[in-house]
Nanobody, 121 residues
Framework: QVQVVESGGGLVQAGGSLRLSCVAS????????MAWYRQAPGKQRELVAS???????DYADSVKGRFTISGDNAKNTVYLQMNSLKPEDTAVYYC???????????????WGQGTQVTVSS
C-alpha cells in the first residue's frame, strides 16, 4: 500500500506564511512528480504547484512569486512554502503523487486527505 500524509496547514493572517509538507510512503518504486492542489468551498480543485524529481516546477499564475515548491527525492517528500498569503488562498490543500509501484509498471496517482489553510483578512 501507498500512503500520502500532508501536514502544516492552519490559520494565519493575511500577509503571513505557512509551510506545507507531503510525505509519500509504502510500496513506491519511484516518483514522477508530486503536486499541490487546492479546493475552496464551492469551487473546483485547482493545481497550485507541481514538482518533478528531475527538478522542474510549475505554478498557477495566482501564486507565482509567493509560493515555492521543493522536494526531497530521498525522503519522497515535497514542501510548499507559502508567503504573502491572501484570504483567497483559503482552501483545503491536497497532495497528489504520480508514482510507479514497481519497475515497468504503469504510473499511478494517489491523493492525500488534505490539510486546511485559512487566511484571515
Amino acid at each position: 500500500q501507498v500512503q500520502v500524509v500532508e501536514s502544516g496547514g492552519g490559520l494565519v493572517q493575511a500577509g503571513g506564511s505557512l509551510r506545507l509538507s507531503c510525505v509519500a510512503s509504502g510500496s513506491i518504486f519511484s516518483i514522477n512528480s508530486m503536486a499541490w492542489y487546492r479546493q475552496a468551498p464551492g469551487k473546483q480543485r485547482e493545481l497550485v504547484a507541481s514538482f518533478r524529481f528531475g527538478g522542474s516546477t510549475d505554478y498557477a499564475d495566482s501564486v507565482k512569486g509567493r509560493f515555492t515548491i521543493s522536494g526531497d527525492n530521498a525522503k519522497n517528500t515535497v514542501y510548499l512554502q507559502m508567503n504573502s498569503l491572501k484570504p483567497e488562498d483559503t482552501a483545503v490543500y491536497y497532495c497528489n503523487v504520480d508514482y510507479y509501484r514497481r519497475l515497468y509498471a504503469f504510473p499511478e496517482i494517489i491523493w492525500g486527505q488534505g490539510t486546511q489553510v485559512t487566511v484571515s483578512s
